[in-house]
């Protein structure tokens, strides 16, 4: 929604600073209050855990709130989703039917169409399974926005500078990955069950780590532009080394999800490169279809004038 502030370079990073801060101070309040009502080990929600401590009053505050907060979530998540469908119809990555708005700008046509997919999701898929692959989504999405900044902190914001760098990004997303979900999987998580974990996993998972710092320590060496290219690019501090270890964190994260869920969200992500291959397809042979008609022009043109000529 970026798109639509008139300041974007005054607005965003407010919104953003004051929208992060919000949410982290008042989930991790929210998370302290539940950890202290409840054992470590008990898997509940606030309704029971107020109801364990005899709160009625307060586990049917909570109920309610829930109500009525929940429509507004999904209200705030859906509003973005017609705006990001017609861009992407726009460039072609999806059916044009997106991509057209009415008077005002409005993807109304978009938005029924979305609204209706998502009804028919939410309505045929276990909520615990949905809840699963947005926390997944959310996670994966997170480490292309740490990686995207990395790309553009080293001059590849729609210009290639520094040419092997993808590589180092490649590679980094690879060990970083396989290093944090064998240390969950292999380690923390039978730990904490109380089942028994081998030596070597552990061993293993810190070389996959190390290797990955390696590269992040190789990424920042790419670092060689001169003062007027070094003042065109994006000068956040400590890149690449916080979004590097920001995507560590994510993958251990989403090492805590069942692979179930990572299969589901895997078919899902299959479905979307479907789609996007296929009508690059067709754009490709749009473009050559275009291109032999223009040269068949070309060549037509060309032997008029020659007539004409003689």
């Not at 855990?49 to 009625?56: D, L, M, R, S, V």
């Amino acid at each position: 929604m970026a798109g639509k502030a008139e300041r974007p370079t005054y607005t965003m990073p407010l919104a953003l600073a004051g929208t992060l801060l919000g949410a982290a101070t008042l989930s991790t309040l929210a998370q302290l209050a539940l950890a202290g009502m409840v054992p470590a080990t008990a898997s509940v929600q606030w309704p029971e855990a107020f109801a364990a401590q005899g709160w009625h009053g307060a586990r049917l505050f909570v109920n309610i709130g829930e109500v009525v907060l929940l429509p507004l979530v999904v209200l705030l998540s859906f509003l973005p989703q017609p705006e990001l469908l017609g861009a992407m119809a726009k460039d072609g990555i999806i059916p044009e039917g997106f991509g057209r708005s009415d008077a005002s700008g409005t993807y109304v046509r978009g938005s029924l169409l979305s609204g209706a997919v998502m009804v028919l999701v939410a309505a045929a898929v276990p909520f615990y399974i949905l809840w699963d692959m947005i926390s997944l989504g959310v996670l994966l999405g997170f480490n292309l926005t740490n990686t995207s900044l990395i790309m553009v902190r080293y001059g590849n914001g729609g210009q290639v500078r520094a040419q092997g760098l993808v590589y180092w990004v490649a590679g980094f997303w690879a060990m970083g990955a396989t290093g944090a979900y064998t240390l969950w999987k292999g380690v923390v998580g039978p730990a904490l069950e109380g089942n028994h974990w081998h030596s070597w996993l552990l061993i293993l998972s810190a070389m996959l780590l190390s290797a990955a710092l390696v590269m992040l320590v190789c990424i920042a060496r790419h670092e060689e532009f001169d003062a007027e290219e070094s003042a065109q690019l994006f000068r956040t501090p400590a890149v690449p080394f916080v979004p590097g270890l920001a995507i560590i964190l994510n993958f251990t994260l989403m090492a805590t999800l069942p692979w179930r869920d990572h299969f589901c969200l895997l078919g899902v992500i299959l479905a979307c490169v479907g789609v996007y291959a296929i009508k690059s397809v067709q754009r490709v042979a749009e473009f050559s279809m275009e291109s032999e008609s223009a040269d068949t022009e070309d060549s037509a043109e060309t032997s008029v004038e020659l007539s004409s000529r003689e």
